[in-house]
């Protein structure tokens, strides 16, 4: 079964924090996505990587940063956490083979700063 | 020309009834056409998808309706279940040369038995 966790369900942070969310998928996938999902906003890309070590901005990336040093692991980053990330944060990957574009999430990560 | 509109944002349907969520998009190139569907507490899943080459496509009770004349696309539920209750998005790509989503920003569907 195919498989991406994250590696909590629920933070809590206090702004000026640096906080670091894990991603972890199992699937041998080229692909990662950081999504933030917002209620009336749907699901915004932040950054996305496909190779180890390679990151493409995607369309939100201010305050953020991300890292890919293991093909199975992509870490998000709030330099700075402030009260406007507040928000869910999804993980993603998929494969970069000829029509294989599924997106496989994971659970989520509900983050509040405060 | 990057954006899927979707409505709308959220559906109340009686149980039996047909569920019917819309997505719009401005950019030709886009040629591959996902519906996700996100219960509580989870992440989104693939549900169905479609390519322009094609009008239809129907996986049991669900079914992609796709207009490329029109840039629309939708997807219809038949006998909606209180089981069928959760957000779906519809999403569009430019499968050749990336394998970005772009995401429409949702529809929150109940169905009442």
């Known amino acids: 079964d195919v498989k991406v966790t994250q590696s909590s369900r629920y933070l809590v942070k206090r702004t000026g924090e640096k906080v670091f969310l894990e991603c972890v998928q199992d699937m041998d996938h080229e692909n990662m996505f950081w999504y933030r999902q917002d209620p009336g906003l749907g699901l915004r890309l932040i950054y996305f990587s496909y190779d180890v070590k390679m990151k493409e901005k995607g369309d939100i990336p201010e305050g953020y940063s991300v890292s890919r040093e293991k093909k199975e692991r992509f870490s998000l980053i709030l330099e700075s956490a402030s009260t406007n990330q507040t928000s869910m944060y999804l993980c993603a990957s998929s494969s970069s083979g000829t029509g294989q574009h599924e997106q496989y999430f994971g659970p989520g990560t509900r983050l509040t700063v405060t | 020309q990057q954006q899927v509109k979707q409505s709308p944002q959220s559906l109340i349907v009686q149980k039996g009834g047909i569920s019917i969520i819309n997505c719009a998009y401005e950019?030709?190139?886009?040629?591959?056409f996902p519906w996700y569907q996100q219960f509580p507490g989870k992440g989104p899943a693939l549900l169905i998808a479609i390519r322009p080459d094609v009008s239809e496509k129907k996986e049991g009770r669900f079914t992609i309706s796709f207009n490329k004349s029109a840039k629309q696309f939708s997807l219809h539920i038949m006998d909606s279940q209180p089981g069928d209750s959760a957000t779906y998005f519809c999403?569009?790509?430019?499968?050749?040369?990336?394998?970005?989503?772009?995401f429409g920003t949702g529809t929150r569907l109940q169905v009442f038995p």
């Open positions: 999403a569009a790509n430019r499968s050749y040369n990336t394998d970005k989503l772009i």
């Open positions: 950019n030709t190139a886009f040629d591959y």
